[in-house]
């Protein structure tokens, strides 16, 4: 859940046709393989040299230089956030490879699907009752609205598939319900890619030795007790905190005079 506000719920709909619009995101989605490969290959190159494994953050300056680069200029009329979405995707995968849960992510080939992710709600628009929404510096895109969207959107995605365009619009609800939730290992677990480890805290800050996510403590740690809390509600009945120790050595359990509770 990437905002911790709520349940989330997808909306699938297929683009009405606009070639100018769609020559667009082709251009968009090609630049978006160059970027997953771009990172790939600079990961593997690292691994060689001996280098730790670079997480999203490092990988996202990577990104913003690339825009900026004279033989890759041509990222910079890709939305920003768009691209930041892909590497945020490796990483993802990664994590996953990391976890013994995946393999290890591949390079991307020439018409491979890839998604154009916009997740800032600032950026993009939904105009349900129309059946359109609005997607930075491509405009505003007609869809067939198959179905009523409820919920407030959070993040659009648009993927080619064999047949077309497709866009999904991912929708949060608020939950009622007053959720009492285990506070173990929460000011200790990253809440970008959940590696957990004691020495992730020091102090009042919070800094991920995995993936190198910084916030502040208590911040995290009150992410991670809403996300255990949606998990409880979700119908899974083990809290996400638990159990899900990855470090070298065991950790310290924290104090468990009473339960927090997730909203």
Wanted: charged residues 30%.
């Amino acid at each position: 859940m990437s905002e911790g506000t709520g349940f989330h719920r997808a909306y699938r709909y297929r683009l009405r046709s606009n070639r100018k619009a769609e020559a667009v995101l082709r251009r968009w989605a090609g630049c978006s393989r160059k970027v997953w490969n771009l990172a790939l290959a600079e990961q593997q190159a690292r691994r060689e040299r001996g280098e730790k494994y670079a997480g999203y953050v490092t990988m996202a300056k990577w990104v913003t230089a690339w825009r900026k680069a004279t033989e890759t200029t041509y990222l910079a009329e890709v939305p920003v956030h768009v691209l930041q979405n892909v590497v945020r995707a490796l990483d993802g995968a990664f994590q996953r490879f990391f976890r013994k849960e995946g393999g290890y992510p591949r390079f991307k080939r020439r018409g491979d699907p890839i998604g154009l992710r916009e997740t800032d709600v600032k950026c993009f628009a939904v105009d349900a009752a129309n059946g359109r929404l609005r997607f930075p510096k491509v405009g505003w895109l007609r869809y067939r609205a198959s179905r009523p969207i409820e919920g407030r959107p959070i993040t659009v995605t648009q993927r080619a598939e064999a047949e077309g365009w497709y866009v999904s619009i991912a929708c949060a609800f608020e939950p009622k319900a007053l959720v009492l939730v285990h506070p173990a290992y929460t000011s200790q677990r990253c809440h970008a890619c959940g590696h957990t480890h004691a020495d992730n805290r020091k102090g009042e800050v919070f800094r991920c030795r995995s993936c190198g996510h910084t916030d502040h403590a208590d911040v995290n740690a009150a992410k991670n007790i809403l996300a255990a809390g949606h998990a409880v509600l979700a119908g899974d009945g083990q809290a996400l905190v638990e159990g899900q120790v990855q470090s070298d050595r065991p950790v310290k359990r924290e104090p468990t005079e009473g339960l927090r509770r997730a909203a």
